[in-house]
Structure formats: C-alpha cells, structure tokens
C-alpha cells in the first residue's frame, strides 16, 4: 500500500491525466467541474424559469459520473488513504502564517482556522468562506471555466482564452497572498 499512499511522480501521474485528457477528446468530451453547477440547476428545473439553464442535461449525464467520482475518491483519499497530513513548508512561512493567526500551519493540509466545523461559528471565518465561494463560483462562470478546465482540457486543445486564464488565476492568487490575505488576516 506505500505507493499509493505516497505522492506519485510526474512521469507516472502526468501521462496518466494526458491519457484520461486523450479519451476524452477522442470521444469529443472535454473536462471541466464548474460547468457541472449549471448542469445540476438545469436538472432541478432552472430551465423553467431562466433561458441560460434551458438545455438537456441529459447529454452532460457523464460529467455528473465524474464530479461523483471526484467526491467518492477525495472521501476515500481523506479517510482511508492519508498518513501524515501535514504539508512541508518552508520554516518562515510557517512562522508567517502563525503570527497571522493560523496555528495549524505546517501541521494540516486546510487550516482549522478557516475549515473546521468551529469556523461556521465564527463570522469572520464564515463571511470569508461565503464571499470566497461566491467570486469564486462568478468568476468560474465569466471565464468560462474553472482552473481545472481551462489548465487541463483549454490548454492542452492549445486555446488562447485559456491561457489568459491561467495566467490570470495565478496572478490573482499572488495578488491574494501577498497583498490581500495580510489586510484580511
């Protein structure tokens, strides 16, 4: 069991995602999680009341497969496939982030602070998670896609506005860390 609790290599898990990447296009599919949002309000009946959710979600039916495969495998990855769950970061940032009020810094994958069930108490934590959640979601639906779908499938089909989109998700995450997670913190 040690080599699938251990992280896997490049060489092993890059060809396996450019495999999975190759079936999909070959069967004219691409991949991506936030379009299965939209999928899910037009299988509950959206479509009824707003045009843009009017389609059948029938033809997206795989893609629900594979968000419910995502789920079952971080579930059993989480509970039955993780050993030491802390990350190995550098010493100053650890230091950093415990001067900013994160404790569990350098000891758990998610900080306690921001994801354990104590922060749904807490209205700092939960304005965070709520407002995350929401620029998040818009910001997935503006680009036409999430990370995931724009780094994996837009980029690797060669498509420009994927790749303003990458460069734009790593610019807001530095502007974040760096400019905007100390005002908030």
């Not at 299965?36 to 997206?60: Q, S, V």
Request: glycine content about 14%; charged content about 10%; some cysteine.
């Amino acid at each position: 069991m040690d080599w699938i609790l251990e992280p896997w290599p490049w060489y092993v898990g890059g060809p396996l995602i450019a495999g999975i990447l190759f079936l999909l296009l070959f069967g004219g599919k691409t991949f991506g999680m936030s379009s299965n949002l939209e999928t899910m309000c037009a299988m509950g009946g959206a479509g009824k009341r707003i045009d843009y959710f009017a389609f059948d979600w029938r033809t997206k039916r795989w893609n629900l497969i594979v968000v419910a495969g995502a789920v079952i495998g971080g579930f059993l990855a989480a509970n039955f496939l993780s050993g030491d769950t802390s990350v190995d970061i550098a010493p100053e940032t650890v230091d950093t982030l415990r001067t900013l009020g994160f404790e569990s810094a350098g000891e758990a994958y998610l900080p306690d602070e921001l994801f354990a069930n104590g922060a749904f108490t807490d209205p700092k934590s939960l304005a965070i998670l709520l407002v995350g959640g929401i620029l998040i979601g818009f910001g997935a639906r503006y680009a036409g896609g999430c990370t995931s779908g724009h780094a994996i499938t837009g980029l690797s089909n060669l498509q420009l506005p994927s790749l303003i989109a990458v460069v734009g998700f790593f610019l807001g995450g530095l502007i974040m860390v760096h400019l905007m997670f100390p005002l908030i913190f």
